[in-house]
């Protein structure tokens, strides 16, 4: 089992900046990655940003978010954190932090393991 904690989330004027934190507990050792996810009202879940766990260091973001969003780990605090610069007003969205990722780190099906989710907003 992996417990996953996530902080940071708030509301933001477009073009600002927001740090969000998820602190993983439990087996992480098992997980292929810690990666964001965020929903809007009536979207479906949607992949944010990813980072490998365990081992050699690899990156994923989608063109949403790449060149705005910097994803980064530290194991020795279990925690991920994503920078989010450059806020656009369709970034607004709950944002879920999730372990696992093995069979396709791209898509939410693939992770096994969600925390609470934290909501940012950015208004215009």
């Known amino acids: 089992q992996v417990q996953l904690v996530e902080s940071g989330g708030g509301l933001v004027q477009a073009g600002g900046s927001l740090r969000l934190s998820c602190t993983a507990s439990?087996?992480?050792?098992?997980?292929?990655?810690i990666s964001w996810f965020r929903q809007a009202p009536g979207k479906e879940r949607e992949i944010a940003a990813a980072i490998t766990w365990t081992g050699v260091q690899k990156i994923y973001y989608p063109d949403s978010t790449k060149g705005r969003f910097t994803i980064s780990r530290d194991n020795a605090k279990n925690t991920v954190y994503l920078q989010m610069n450059s806020l656009k007003p369709e970034d607004t969205a709950v944002y879920y932090c999730a372990a696992g990722g093995a069979t396709g780190w791209g898509t939410a099906r693939a992770y096994e393991y969600w925390g609470q989710g934290t909501q940012v907003t950015v208004s215009s």
């Open positions: 439990g087996r992480t050792s098992s997980s292929f990655a």
